[in-house]
């Protein structure tokens, strides 16, 4: 079922992500011209990536081409359309499985005279290129994947050829080779990502000028694939080795290899141009505030982001030269005017963990702030001293969070819920009945909307009977997944989303989505994706938002607040460090502790801590020798104890557990609870009483208390409690 008012925001969405890398000779927006529009995907658009991430039932979207026709300042060459038309009915993608990826050239070969013809018809050109990756698809270093294949170099050589003003668009999830820019004289490059349902519209909205691009890039794009320090490796089938640390894209690009960017983070351009200067500052205590005067200097409306980064003293530790604080986007400031905007940070959120120390530190030293309109471009505004280092949290020994594991469920409860009655409900039920709590079921459960991914909760007749309601969760951060064929709204992808830099818009955007989660009966949104760009090769990159953890955490939080207008819960995922989808299963991210904690965690602890995240999935990978479902020190210790969080932690889909040196397995789910991950996803639907994992077995050799059970289906009954399916 959709709810109708999505489409507007999701639309301003897709425009407002869009970024445009270079635009010379006004070759963009198109005005009152011809144009010819090449390439397949102007019909073949790809609205999101692959997987379950994107595996929604639209209703008939308008595709590039169908609303560039529909703009009245925009002739559309009819010849060319015709012809493509003509050619894609023949030569079909055959591609249907929205679970799959393909790395064959399809794009198709059109003849020199085509192209020929039409410039000496039209104005301007366009050639959209696409390329679709997702779940269990990553990148690969070939034509086709992360470079253009050789039909669409071919088809940019042919344009380039006959037309001295034409764009190129991207419609992609994940940071493509750009070599071809330079070398073939590309005039205007945008990367219009795959923007949802509402893409095509949003792509003709930024031709037409009607909208400025405002995006910026959420990743550094580099001048090769070799310059990620994540390249090598990347594809050892085992282990991948997070050898950079914390120096991963810009922070890495910033400090040690300044010459091999082609386009920095944070950059993007306008139709418009803006004038940004620093107008006053205050620090107050651990605040920090910067005043910005923006005016638009140009010749039409815009929006524009001022960024700010910092620089921390090498007092202690090692520092990347720029690290993004704070950010903030302006509203639509039309010609000659501007707007006055704050920006805060609070040091403490800049702190650095010293791995010998195991603790949170400000170091001491000078700080230095910088502003601008990306990394490159942010010049010094402030600088102020440190005199005395902090440390901010003390090195908990393994015995206090031993006691902390045992207090959490015996003896000090979270208040907000109706704690006392949750425990004393938990008391009376029978250790079968706990066991079969702690498993979801699906896919496709008939407990709950139909094709959803999992029910859970009442989902036996003994727990439903004794009043508890089975939750839905549902795929995912686009949109919902409904495989019965139901229809729901596509939203533009993550990293599309990211590239707005627009807090409020994201947060508003998911308030929509939790409506129209909530028309369906659906309690949790499995979403949002919130691992980092470690490189551009991931295939689920498209889901996720940012190589930098400050931009994914805050976007994700502003999704978890927006779903929870609507009552929504955002399963946000994957905790932690699935940076590649390659033997997604099995490979252990062999992460050093420091980058674990201020790159990889960071986005996580950023959300769990200034949104009301209700429930997390872990992912599948090992981090550093255990899977992230069965791994005490990440769903205990980092995330309970460190951070505070008192909800659900679900598993992955199908997730493998162990414990250290043994195995992995789908049925050591004694290990699961025993790392207060509380919830299997899922078995089979009406297995989740008589599933033969080994919790019963452990639960009698002693290797599973009752306590450890009774805490988690406590972590599970507290947050269902909070959800729509009490209304039951
Ligand atoms: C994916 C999750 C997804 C789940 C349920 C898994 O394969 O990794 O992101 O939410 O399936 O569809």
Redesign the pocket.
């Known amino acids: 079922m959709i709810s109708d008012s999505i489409a507007k925001i999701s639309r301003e969405a897709a425009a407002d992500g869009a970024v445009l890398l270079k635009n010379e000779n006004n070759t963009l927006p198109i005005i009152n011209e011809r144009v010819a529009v090449f390439g397949r995907y102007q019909i073949d658009y790809l609205k999101s990536g692959s997987g ?1 991430g994107g595996s929604v039932n639209t209703e008939n979207c308008m595709t590039p081409l169908e609303a560039f026709e529909a703009e009245p300042g925009i002739e559309v060459d009819r010849e060319i359309a015709a012809m493509y038309r003509e050619l894609i009915k023949k030569r079909p993608i055959r591609i249907h499985n929205a679970f799959l990826s393909d790395f064959k050239d399809l794009e198709l070969e059109i003849e020199n005279a085509a192209v020929k013809a039409a410039a000496a018809r039209t104005d301007k050109a366009i050639v959209i290129i696409g390329r679709r990756l997702g ?1 269990g698809f990553d990148n690969v270093p070939k034509p086709g994947g992360y470079y253009l294949s050789k039909n669409e170099l071919r088809l940019i050589r042919q344009v380039s050829r006959y037309y001295k003003k034409f764009a190129v668009l991207l419609n992609c999830g994940n940071i493509l080779d750009m070599s071809w820019v330079n070398k073939y004289k590309v005039p205007a490059v945008m990367y219009i990502w795959h923007g949802g349902g509402e893409g095509g519209k949003a792509s003709a909205d930024l031709i037409s000028g009607k909208v400025a691009p405002s995006g910026r890039l959420s990743d550094t794009i580099a001048v090769s694939l070799k310059d990620y320090p994540s390249t090598d490796g990347f594809f050892k089938k085992k282990s991948v080795v997070y050898k950079e640390g914390i120096y991963t894209g810009y922070r890495h690009f910033e400090t040690n290899a300044s010459d091999k960017v082609l386009y920095p983070f944070g950059y993007g351009l306008s139709y418009t141009s803006f004038d940004i200067s620093c107008t006053g500052y205050n620090i107050n205590k651990n605040i920090i505030s910067l005043y910005f005067n923006v005016r638009n200097t140009g010749n039409c409306s815009g929006k524009e982001v001022v960024e700010l980064y910092i620089n921390k003293p090498d007092t202690a530790l090692d520092h990347p030269l720029r690290e993004l604080a704070a950010f903030r986007k302006t509203r639509l400031i039309n010609p000659g005017e501007s707007e006055s905007i704050d920006i805060s940070f609070n040091i403490k959120d800049t702190a650095s963990y010293d791995e010998e120390r195991s603790a949170w530190i400000i170091e001491s030293g000078k700080y230095i702030v910088y502003a601008g309109k990306n990394v490159r471009d942010a010049k010094e505004v402030l600088s102020f001293e440190v005199q005395k280092e902090k440390q901010l949290s003390k090195k908990l020994p393994p015995a206090a969070l031993q006691s902390f594991t045992n207090k959490h469920y015996n003896e000090d409860f979270p208040t907000a819920v109706k704690n006392d009655h949750i425990k004393e409900f938990i008391a009376e039920l029978t250790d079968n009945e706990l066991c079969a709590l702690v498993h979801g079921e699906g896919m496709n459960s008939r407990r709950v909307t139909s094709g959803t ?1 999992a029910a859970f909760g009442g989902i036996t007749r003994r727990l439903s009977k004794k009043g508890i309601p089975a939750a839905c969760a549902s ?2 951060p686009s949109g919902i997944r409904m495989d019965s064929g139901e229809k729901a709204s596509l939203i533009p992808c993550g990293v599309c989303l990211a590239c707005t830099w627009d807090i409020p818009l994201i947060e508003q955007l998911y308030a929509e989505e939790g409506k129209e989660v909530a028309l369906n009966k659906i309690d949790m949104l ?1 979403g949002p994706g919130m691992n980092l760009h470690r490189s551009p090769l991931c295939g689920r990159n498209f889901e996720y938002f940012s190589e930098d953890p400050y931009l994914t955490g805050t976007m994700a939080a502003a999704a978890v607040r927006g779903l929870m207008e609507h009552g929504i819960v955002g399963v946000i ?2 905790f932690a460090a699935n940076n590649r989808e390659k033997n997604r299963f099995d490979a252990d991210s062999v992460i050093p502790e420091r980058a674990l904690h201020e790159i990889y965690l960071k986005s996580f602890e950023i959300a769990v801590k200034s949104s009301p995240v209700k429930a997390i999935m872990t992912s599948y990978n090992l981090v550093n020798g255990l899977h992230a479902a069965s791994n005490p020190k990440l769903t205990t210790d980092i995330l309970r104890a460190e951070w505070g969080f008192s909800g659900m932690v679900m598993t ?2 199908w997730a493998k557990c162990n414990s250290r040196g043994a195995r992995s397995s789908r049925m050591k789910l004694a290990e699961m609870i025993n790392a207060q991950n509380d919830i299997y996803m899922v078995v089979p639907n009406g297995m989740a009483g008589v599933w033969q994992d080994n919790l019963k077995k452990s639960l009698k050799n002693g290797k599973l208390t009752r306590a450890a059970l009774e805490r988690s289906a406590y972590n599970i009954l507290s947050t269902i409690a909070q959800l729509r399916c009490m209304d039951k």
């Open positions: 379950s779940e991914a795929d995912g499995l995922k994957h992955d889909w």
